[in-house]
């Protein structure tokens, strides 16, 4: 594995390329999305909430908390890839903590191992309410490839 | 556990049940879920591809397909639940095999092994191109839990 | 991804070369962990229950049954890799079912969908009883990755 | 869900309660695990290197590093429940980050969010040379289950 440190990006245009593929996604348009911050290594994703992305107990869906943070997972690790570096969801788990009722839900993803082939990535998905108090309602922990789909 | 037989569920209304809930959910209703099958411990959930869904390269975002499986897996669940009974995903893991693009993405979700507290369920996405032919894209297994948020 | 069918493996010598990474494990020996099976992208391992392998009830404990479900992904991956194949294991999850009370263990691995790089594999792991009777136990999702470690 | 505090477990006796399930574990001696500190929500295991835990390269097996870490999240989670409180694994996911290659493994486990039905735990595995440097090698998240078997 090549020993990339998170603070020394590997292309310097990393946040230029990763916000171009964020824009780039129809589904982050759909549900409302936005990058928030992206650094070498991590990247904060959020969506406002609105009554399009419930389950039927009208709090935040399970699938947009998730699709936030494969978001973040794979922007993260995206940063960290040389020039043209494209990125991959392999597989992620999901654990859902509490119930996510708030304002706010914020994808927080980091990458934990990168590597050339493979990234570990993890991330925590909190809701914040109309006074900013986030509560934890979501963990992920995903693999990320470093591949075109015809190299996998 | 209870031995709930799949073809006999505790609540003859199950049908009706978890329709209810599928409509509820403002989720389905933005990304065009359509709840296609539900039988005792089985459900099948799909949803038509538009570039509102995609990920940044033009198909179908993994947060769609997640969102797919956890409703066919967790409508699963909860058509074996006796009246009432409703369900949330305590976790799920989802594995990508390959690119998911087609016309359709349709989410087949079984009740592997069911239980009073909590229910262990399997879903496939498949992809279905203008022939009809499906290709297998994402592999979901997932624990569901049969309870209101507050007993967790 | 190269399309790699099930019946036609790389390597003709794969039930040899498995067989020797089988042996060559020291912790097989330890748990008594037996290669019943292999065959191109399938594997069967089992092991007798016995008071060394018990967690605090009696039963077979979780690290034996998840033991043996590594192993049969693995060597069910490793028998469709050409010749001088390795596998590692990148991640599983594996989900309990039931008390695993009974006699053997046997762990039945299966290859999902190979690749070049990276295969998904599946394995059930059920306890049989004297009489013969399986009860399944576990179920193990898995991530296997044909690589020296130096290149992932 | 009960509010338990990390620091307030709910059993006085937490520890010794703790400590005779680790001993009651046959795997545990087979493998040679010590239970190097439990306290409210957190618990350390170890086990020394020796040929009897290895893969085919000689290094630590994934089922060994599994094994840890699922007894450092499963009695952190029963430190935290009330007297007589059991736990079982319901599923965990552990990634494999580095060749665990040294001379001890220590897994080291805490609960994230208690429940009084389901805690969500988390491990890390480390490896240490002879130097008493560590690797992080493996990361493991775990859904608990406080219950009899009979009651899932």
Do not use: W, Y
């Not at 946040?15 to 780039?24: D, E, G, L, N």
């Not at 909430?49 to 699938?63: E, S």
């Not at 304002?103 to 082939?117: I, W």
């Not at 900013?132 to 996998?152: C, D, I, Y």
């Amino acid at each position: 594995m090549a020993a990339v440190a998170p603070s020394q990006p590997a292309d310097p245009g990393f946040a230029a390329r990763t916000a171009a593929a964020f824009h780039a996604q129809g589904l982050m348009a759909t549900i409302g999305g936005r990058l928030v911050a992206i650094e070498p290594g991590r990247c904060v994703i959020e969506a406002d909430f609105h009554p399009g992305l419930t389950q039927h107990h009208g709090l935040f869906h399970a699938g947009v908390l998730t699709t936030l943070a494969d978001n973040a997972c794979g922007f993260a690790a995206m940063s960290l890839l040389p020039k043209g570096g494209e990125v991959l969801s392999v597989e992620f788990k999901v654990s859902f903590l509490r119930p996510a009722a708030g304002l706010v839900a914020v994808a927080r993803g980091e990458v934990v191992k990168p590597g050339r082939t493979l990234s570990f990535c993890r991330a925590d998905v909190v809701v914040r309410d109309a006074a900013g108090a986030e509560t934890l309602v979501a963990a992920m922990t995903a693999t990320m490839m470093a591949a075109a789909p015809e190299k996998r």
